[in-house]
């Protein structure tokens, strides 16, 4: 592909964000493509983000990923500017993506849910969503998650959660097939899953870790922990030492990434073991220093 004249200029917006992978990502297929393009880092405090993502388009950016903790507070600004956004993002009631068109309205999308499926038929393709499905957590992973296997058919999808009020306003956005589960019988409600997802941030490094025996849990079953930092999480860890098959969170973070990319430079990237393998050394680097 031959290079732009003009670099398009993108990033992603969170608070914080340091720690972001994103801009390794996109660096990657940038170069890969030979594209004329940037993808920055954009620090921005909650109480700046209105300001700062109105700011955007004069500055020259042709988009932004968005995340924690802005992702609802950019759909209610897109939503307050007249902008455009997709089925999928009001759904999920969040936004994780934005472009800004020349020559038309600010569009906002959520790619989590493709991001979250795609890396599931990926590593376990031996999966059939006949049987209930738990997933740990009611925010918005949780609900991402929930899109994504409602989409897929899955009739009965038990949410497990701290608090009560969130798993039930999970029932009211994606209907009879989400069923609220309290974090009491949350070892009990595993007893017949397909599929087990962990939407929390436990067992995030330097998060606490996840309270949960896995007795229950049938052998076939495959756990799936959206966390990518460690990529072995305790949770898959203690999955794998009793024959469970598991899938980290790594390449959600990269499917989720590549429709993004496409709306961007026009162009829908792979998630090729070689990108992999480079995010892999350095989530370990970033282990031990």
Avoid at 2 to 16: A, E, L, Q
Avoid at 141 to 152: E, I, S
Wanted: with cysteine.
């Amino acid at each position: 592909m031959t290079p732009s004249k003009k670099t398009i200029r993108t990033g992603v917006m969170g608070w914080p964000v340091a720690h972001s992978r994103s801009p390794l990502l996109h660096g990657y297929w940038l170069k890969q493509h030979a594209i004329n393009g940037e993808y920055t880092a954009l620090a921005v405090p909650p109480g700046d983000f209105t300001k700062t993502f109105s700011q955007l388009p004069e500055q020259g950016f042709s988009g932004v990923n968005i995340t924690v903790p802005h992702k609802q507070a950019a759909l209610e600004a897109i939503t307050l500017a007249g902008g455009a956004v997709t089925e999928m993002a009001r759904h999920i009631g969040a936004v994780n993506a934005v472009v800004f068109h020349a020559n038309g309205p600010v569009e906002g999308d959520n790619t989590d849910a493709f991001g979250f499926m795609e890396n599931l038929r990926e590593k376990a393709p031996q999966w059939k969503g006949d049987n209930p499905v738990a997933v740990l957590g009611a925010g918005g992973a949780a609900r991402a998650v929930c899109a994504g296997l409602a989409g897929a058919g899955v009739k009965e999808i038990r949410i497990v959660n701290r608090t009560e009020e969130k798993a039930q306003n999970l029932a009211r956005m994606f209907g009879p097939s989400i069923i609220p589960v309290s974090w009491e019988d949350r070892e009990t409600s595993l007893a017949d899953v397909s599929l087990l997802v962990n939407g929390t941030p436990l067992g995030m490094a330097g998060s606490p870790l996840l309270d949960l025996a896995l007795a229950r849990l049938p052998a076939a079953a495959v756990v799936y922990d959206i966390v990518y930092a460690p990529l072995e999480t305790p949770l898959l860890g203690a999955a794998k030492a009793r024959g469970n098959p598991v899938v980290d969170g790594l390449g959600m973070l990269i499917h989720q990434a590549r429709p993004t990319f496409e709306a961007w430079f026009g162009v829908l990237p792979e998630a090729t073991s070689e990108l992999r393998e480079m995010l892999e050394a350095d989530l370990r680097k970033g282990e031990t220093t």
